[in-house]
């Protein structure tokens, strides 16, 4: 009984409150640390797109036509009563919630300047529950397919876009000799070896490859006439990518439905890239997002229309496309002011200006792709490469592995240097001392390879480190070299981790100023670039010069539009790897 | 225990199939041999001396307690303990009338003639039929893959279950047969020689028993050493028994039915009757 008097008030206290404090700081602090990024990218948008001068009637028009079927065609496809009933009621009541505390605050703190409360609304409400929207209604069946089909179509722009741009800089006859004699007969080879599994053809693909390789550089300059860039794109591009689609699909719905996937995406790709010509738009370009929009979106339908379930979502991308133009409409025959955006078609052509209103970001952005691009491939095999060295090969005791752990310390060091460093570094040896020249794209792109290759490798390591041990050792028991373990077993493995890494890297790069400005890079080309030696300037850069110009136009308009492409590219890199990521993770 | 007649069996256990004691009465050739093998972990010694004869397609035991060197030992015969920095290998082990540890022997070579399966199931992250390919693969088959894949698996008796799963991950089955895949896998470039190093120690009673079915069918074909806790399994499965003591000694090694029977050393006797170990 005395123990039931001594515990007679429960077991008595223990504090907790020093943890609780711990725990609301961090999540105050992150919450000031999002809303604050919120904010700023809210203002940056509305100077970007001219929200501000936007008249309520526009809004409610494209409001009507585009973003209520958007969020009608996300809660058909959730079909979850719960989640329709929250929907309607965030909507509605953040609607009266916004108006009445924007009207206070206005009324009785202090007037909020370049906001209007439907604005407000707009961003505060609507926006997050369109995310919260797609995010459950691409959970259901339809949405998937809708979602789907819409990203194959935005990705095949982005994509035939990013092409076009690299064969500014990569010589197309140069690659169309190299695909004809090397990368054509190897797959070829590849592709028949294995057919009749034969070992010996599959490995002389490579052989035959490099000499197709070398043989292109040589004849680059000996042959004297080539085809337009119009044909050799279709050539080189067009029909690999059709005949890729078509075999994807051959296996699975016969002959007559891959002969119909193929051909009418290449058919019209190639119709749209010589009518184009003839109307002054860049043939190739509209050649490349054509084929590489239309053989995806292709393939994606004939498989959702053999699966047969969700058929109805491939109605989204046509209930958007129509949505816009039933509210351009709507707009021009009642005559309500429509704002006129900075970021614009001709913000995104045109090369930089004087006057404000014809600035444009097209040189600053292609030096930045090409950069981009340049420093991903850099930066992943270099990353990799030493990250399997170090963690692979190297044993971990004795004078070599003293030597590794030295290295081991210096490359996490070297994450630490400021790359204004990195910028000088550059300067010293790629420009100077490998004379690859001040201010070009090849020297950009190396230094900053080697500002981020730190950060690649380690994380590299890390993922490399994380394949169990036990599957290292099943690989070498069944008598693999370290060389087929490593890659058969531990990057396949690692690869998720890997490219995670290099996606944060990369994202880091193609923001740098510093080491640009350092190695001398133009602030603003009049000419985008059209070879890897050529003077350049990055997005970044342009984006820094236009806020110090003088007119406030520059300052606010023009530098917002800058911003947002820049964050645009940027996510919509990451997003790709991410994609690439998540299916290499699939795939194990 | 001093008392307990040589008629008794010392453990419950059954001891031996028949099949198994037909295949123990004829004579057999010598598979792997260890002479006067002595193996060191830094400073410590990890085996201690064992010279033993391992018959060639007859299912060989290795119990002792933990730390006593079975795995060792095992390790020893496909070089795996080159992995280990501070291990230390002296003396021979021939395996096909050849020292191992000669200067001309290259470990990955050796590797490919035996086949080890590990204590943990570990399937690759690929698909079944890449899992069972896997030795195939790395070392250059020109043959049907197919066809060597199904006949692993059929060996493995793991056919039936995954035929029409092929293309699925190897990680989606469950442990028995996930281990049943690793021993598909460790058959499929035909090898001599077959490992196992605590099979089933991290599996359920049923999947173990499938297994240890599976280990008696493979004796037909291969040797099998296999390294085990589990003195019942080592009785019912193995023809051969060998027990090894702390500190890495050899102490007994004889036919299965006579080491469980009837022991010649006190020390054997009381571990397997548990007073130890």
């Given amino acids: ?588 | 225990m001093s008392n307990t007649t040589s008629d008794d069996s010392l453990i419950t256990t059954e001891v031996q199939a028949d099949s198994n004691d037909d295949r123990a009465a004829a004579a057999a050739g010598t598979a792997v041999a260890a002479r006067n093998l002595n193996v060191y972990y830094g400073d410590e010694q990890a085996i201690d001396d064992v010279t033993m004869e391992i018959p060639e397609k007859r299912v060989t035991a290795l119990i002792g307690p933990s730390g006593c060197g079975k795995s060792t030992f095992l390790r020893c015969i496909n070089r795996m303990n080159d992995m280990i920095e501070i291990c230390r290998v002296d003396g021979d082990v021939e395996f096909g009338g050849k020292n191992v540890y000669d200067a001309d022997v290259d470990p990955v070579a050796l590797r490919r003639k035996i086949g080890m399966v590990f204590q943990k199931p570990n399937p690759f992250p690929k698909s079944i039929r890449d899992n069972v390919a896997y030795g195939l693969k790395i070392q250059g088959f020109d043959g049907d893959v197919d066809e060597r894949v199904e006949e692993s698996l059929k060996g493995a008796a793991l056919w039936d279950e995954v035929k029409d799963q092929l293309d699925s991950s190897g990680l989606e089955l469950s442990g028995g047969q996930q281990q049943r895949l690793c021993i598909a896998r460790a058959i499929a470039p035909d090898p001599e020689v077959i490992l196992m190093d605590e099979p089933t120690s991290a599996l359920d009673p049923v999947a173990a028993s499938k297994i240890e079915d599976l280990i008696d069918d493979l004796a037909e074909e291969y040797t099998v050493i296999i390294v085990t806790h589990n003195m019942q399994q080592a009785a019912r499965i193995s023809d051969r028994t060998a027990v090894f003591l702390t500190g890495g000694e050899l102490v007994e090694y004889d036919d299965t039915a006579k080491i469980f029977e009837d022991p010649e050393e006190q020390r054997v006797e009381d571990y397997i009757t548990g007073k130890f170990g």
């Fill in chain 1, 1 to 588: 009984m005395a123990t039931d008097n001594a515990n007679a008030g429960g077991f008595g206290e223990v504090s907790r409150v020093r943890g609780i404090v711990f725990e609301y700081l961090s999540f105050g602090a992150s919450v000031f640390g999002l809303v604050a990024l919120g904010v700023l990218l809210v203002y940056v948008a509305i100077d970007a797109f001219d929200l501000a001068n936007a008249s309520p009637e526009w809004l409610l028009t494209y409001f009507l036509t585009l973003v209520v079927p958007f969020l009608a065609f996300c809660l058909y496809s959730a079909s979850d009563r719960d989640v329709t009933r929250r929907a309607l009621g965030a909507l509605g009541g953040g609607l009266v919630a916004v108006a009445a505390l924007f009207t206070a605050v206005e009324a009785f703190v202090a007037p909020i300047p370049r906001l209007n409360w439907q604005l407000a609304y707009l961003f505060v409400v609507a926006a997050p529950v369109s995310a919260y929207l797609a995010y459950v209604g691409s959970g259901g069946r339809v949405g998937a397919v809708g979602f789907g089909l819409l990203g194959r179509l935005v990705g095949g722009v982005a994509i035939g876009l990013a092409v076009g741009t690299l064969f500014l800089v990569f010589d197309p006859l140069l690659w169309f000799l190299a695909y004809t004699l090397g990368v054509l007969p190897a797959v070829g080879l590849y592709a028949v070896g294995r057919r009749r599994s034969t070992p010996r053809a599959q490995t002389a693909a490579v052989p035959v490859a490099l000499a197709g390789l070398i043989a292109a550089v040589v004849l680059r300059d000996v042959v004297a006439t080539y085809p337009s860039d119009l044909i050799i794109y279709l050539w080189t591009v067009a029909v690999p990518v059709a005949a890729a689609g078509g075999l994807l699909v051959a296996g699975r719905s016969g002959r007559t439905v891959a002969a119909l996937v193929a051909g009418l995406p290449l058919a019209a790709a190639a119709a749209g890239g010589f009518l184009a010509a003839g109307v002054g738009l860049p043939g190739p370009t509209v050649l490349l997002v054509l084929v590489l929009t239309g053989v995806p979106t292709a393939v994606y339908v004939s498989r959702v229309a053999d699966a047969g379930e969700g058929l109805a979502g491939l109605g989204l991308p046509l209930l958007l496309g129509a949505g816009a133009i039933a509210g351009a409409l709507i707009v021009e025959a009642w005559g309500v002011p429509a704002p006129d955006p900075w970021l614009d078609g001709s913000f995104l052509t045109a090369a930089p200006s004087r006057t404000p209103v014809e600035a444009g970001l097209y040189p600053a952005i292609v030096g930045s792709v090409i950069i981009i691009a340049l420093v991903a491939v850099l930066s992943f095999a270099l990353g990799v490469g030493t990250s399997v060295f170090l963690e692979e090969y190297t044993p971990e005791s004795g004078a070599l592995g003293t030597l590794t752990r030295i290295l081991q310390v210096n490359v996490a060091n070297l994450a630490a240097v400021p790359s204004v460093v990195y910028g000088l570094l550059g300067l010293g040896l790629f420009a100077n001392l490998l004379g690859l020249g001040i201010g070009t794209a090849v020297t950009a792109a190396l230094t900053l390879s080697l500002l981020i290759l730190p950060i690649t490798i380690i994380s590299a390591q890390e993922a490399i480190r994380s394949v169990p041990d036990d599957l290292r050792r099943g690989s070498d028991a069944m008598g693999a070299t370290r060389w087929q373990t490593t890659k058969n077993v531990v990057l396949p493995e690692a690869m998720p981790g890997i490219l995670t890494g290099t996606i944060l890297a990369l994202g880091r790069a193609i923001g740098e100023t510093a080491p640009l400005i350092m190695i001398g890079a133009a602030t603003t080309v009049f000419r985008a670039p059209d070879s890897l030696f050529s003077r350049f300037s990055a997005m970044p850069m342009q984006i820094y010069t236009w806020a110090g110009f003088p007119q406030a136009d520059f300052r606010y308009g023009v530098v917002a539009a800058g911003v947002i492409t820049l964050l645009l590219i940027l996510v919509g890199m990451n997003g790709t790897a991410i994609l690439l990521r998540n299916r290499a993770e699939r795939g194990s």
